[in-house]
């Protein structure tokens, strides 16, 4: 079976960041990811939190759509989104009261486990102390 892999929203923001030292290093996991056939899903949540970030920086909505477009052309990433029903918000609910990140963060968590994904590649110190107690394999 292949590798299941979320990228989290720092590694997107890297990923579409030029001038970021971590762009390099990002795009060089991305790549040995690929090669490895690794499946590589985000949410709708993270692309959120993504344009947030792009737009509050530059302040320029016209590069919000770019931003989707060229994370979209990374080979392998799909979206995986939470069931539609309400068990799954009280699932990461529930969750959140034991955790030490915030309650998007928990609900990416959630996402990973109810999607069966392995690794998550975040640069989030909190995040990949959080889920050292699940069978979730970091990439840092």
Do not use: C, W
Not at 18 to 36: A, T
Not at 41 to 67: M, N, P, Q, W
Not at 104 to 112: A, E, H, K, R, S
């Amino acid at each position: 079976m292949n590798k299941t892999v979320f990228l989290d929203a720092n590694v997107l923001i890297y990923y579409l960041d030029e001038s970021s030292d971590r762009q390099g290093d990002v795009v060089e996991k991305l790549q040995f990811l690929i090669g490895e056939s690794s499946e590589l899903y985000t949410s709708h949540h993270v692309i959120e939190e993504v344009l947030h970030i792009i737009f509050k920086l530059t302040g320029d909505k016209s590069l919000l759509r770019k931003a989707v477009r060229q994370i979209e052309t990374i080979p392998n990433i799909r979206l995986i989104e939470p069931p539609l029903n309400f068990d799954f918000a009280t699932k990461y609910a529930d969750l959140f009261t034991s955790s030490k990140v915030g309650i998007n963060d928990t609900l990416l968590i959630q996402l990973m486990v109810e999607g069966k994904i392995s690794s998550l590649f975040t640069y989030d110190k909190k995040m990949q102390r959080e889920i050292s107690s699940l069978e979730i394999e970091v990439i840092p």
